[in-house]
Each structure stands twice: as structure tokens, then as C-alpha cells.
């Protein structure tokens, strides 16, 4: 067990619809960050929160969004979902600013259909 | 924005030799280098990491080496064993007091360890 939390771990929806899944970081850390990993665009970064503000954004789609709520732990909402959106969605978290050293949670799967 | 070139996508070695895998990337300002192992349906999971200003760092069997000049680093498994079969995922990042962007990952490398 990483200590990152991720909520479902399994997701199957239809396209249009919206979905929110949620991490809970490591006891301790400020800093969450989101990335999608799927077969064709591998591990990609989409966002990072620090204490409840935005950091940093990556190849974050204007349909998704996320959030970071006083006791840390991160939301991340999908909608208008395409077929393209599925891929697992991981979580990660670390004590400060900065990446180094993060650990994963285990992942939500994102199936639309 | 930066962009890590992987390679090989696919590694397959006989138990007990070296595997060596390759990355490069393209911007100068990155300072932090983790590798990531993968196994299939888990999380990836740090195995070893280097910054800017260290050239080679080694953990038992696994090994990592930077050149800043030629923006490449490299990972070195020895002694494989079964158990290192997994796909490796390497990363760039630039940092600085004020913080950093997310990690930028290679397409990875899934490596076979023959018996």
C-alpha cells in the first residue's frame, strides 16, 4: 500500500456523461498530482495542486478540471466523455513543491462506452 | 516544453545478463531524472532517481548515468532476474525553489527477462 488513495478503482460510464474520481495523498504531503496513463500517449501529466492551489498544469483538456479541498485530498472531474478518455487516471502525491520522489496511488480505470 | 525519447520500447535479455535502457531529452533546464517500473494492472513505482549535478548513482543492481552535455541517461540493470520483468518508465523534470512542472515520461520500455 502506497498511502495514496484513489476512489473507484474500477469506472464504466457512457459517452457525454461526467465523472469524478478522488485521491487522498500520503499522510503529510501538500502536493497532489493527477496524469493519465493510456496505450497510445503513455503517462501523461495533467495537473498538480499544492495546498489547495493550482501549480502546475499539463495536458489537462478543457473538459476536465480538478480541485484540491481543505484536507488535501484531490478531485478530478471528466466530463463530456469520449470514447479517447479512457485510460487509467493515477494520482500522486508528495511532501513539497517539487516531484521528486512521489509516490503513486493505484489508479482509477476509465471506461467509456 | 520538454519531450523524453525512450528506447528501446522492448528489451528482452537472459536471466543473469545486463539490460540497459536509453533515454533522451530535449530541454537543457531539467535537473531531476527518476525511473519508474511498471507492472502490468499496478502502479508505477520509483527505483531510482538522479539529479543534475550527480553523474552516475547505483542502488544493488540497478544503476543510473547522466550526461548533461548530450541530454541523455541511461538505466543499468545487472544480474537480471525474473522478477525485474516490467515495463520502465523514465522522466524529466525541471525544478526550482518555486516549485516544478509534472514529471515528463518516456513511452517506456517492457523489459522480458528470459529464463
Known amino acids: 500500500d502506497s498511502g495514496v488513495t484513489q476512489t473507484p478503482k474500477h469506472l464504466i460510464t457512457a459517452t457525454g456523461q461526467r465523472v469524478t474520481l478522488r485521491c487522498s495523498p500520503r499522510s503529510g504531503d501538500l502536493s497532489v498530482y493527477w496524469y493519465q496513463q493510456s496505450l497510445d500517449q503513455g503517462l501523461q501529466f495533467l495537473i498538480q495542486y499544492y495546498n489547495g492551489e493550482e501549480r502546475a498544469k499539463g495536458n489537462i483538456l478543457e473538459r476536465f478540471s480538478a480541485q484540491q479541498f481543505p484536507d488535501l485530498h484531490s478531485e478530478l472531474n471528466l466530463s463530456s466523455l469520449e470514447l479517447g478518455d479512457s485510460a487509467l487516471y493515477f494520482c500522486?502525491?508528495?511532501?513539497?513543491?517539487?516531484?521528486?520522489?512521489?509516490?503513486f496511488g493505484s489508479g482509477t480505470r476509465l471506461t467509456v462506452v | 516544453g520538454e519531450n523524453v525519447e525512450q528506447h528501446p520500447s522492448t528489451l528482452s535479455v537472459q536471466e543473469g545478463d545486463s539490460a540497459v535502457i536509453k533515454c533522451t531529452y530535449s530541454d537543457s533546464a531539467s535537473n531531476y531524472f527518476p525511473w519508474y517500473k511498471q507492472e502490468l494492472g499496478k502502479r508505477p513505482q520509483l527505483i531510482i532517481d538522479?539529479?543534475?549535478?550527480?553523474g552516475e548513482k547505483k542502488d544493488q543492481r540497478i544503476a543510473v548515468t547522466l550526461n548533461k552535455t548530450a541530454k541523455h541517461f541511461s538505466l543499468h540493470i545487472t544480474e537480471t532476474q525474473p522478477e525485474d520483468s516490467a515495463v520502465y518508465f523514465c522522466a524529466a523534470q525541471e525544478y526550482s525553489g518555486g516549485g516544478a512542472d509534472g514529471l515528463t515520461f518516456g513511452k517506456g520500455t517492457h523489459l522480458i527477462i528470459q529464463p
Open positions: 500522486a502525491s508528495s511532501v513539497g513543491l517539487t516531484g521528486n520522489g512521489y509516490t
Open positions: 538522479i539529479r543534475s549535478n550527480v
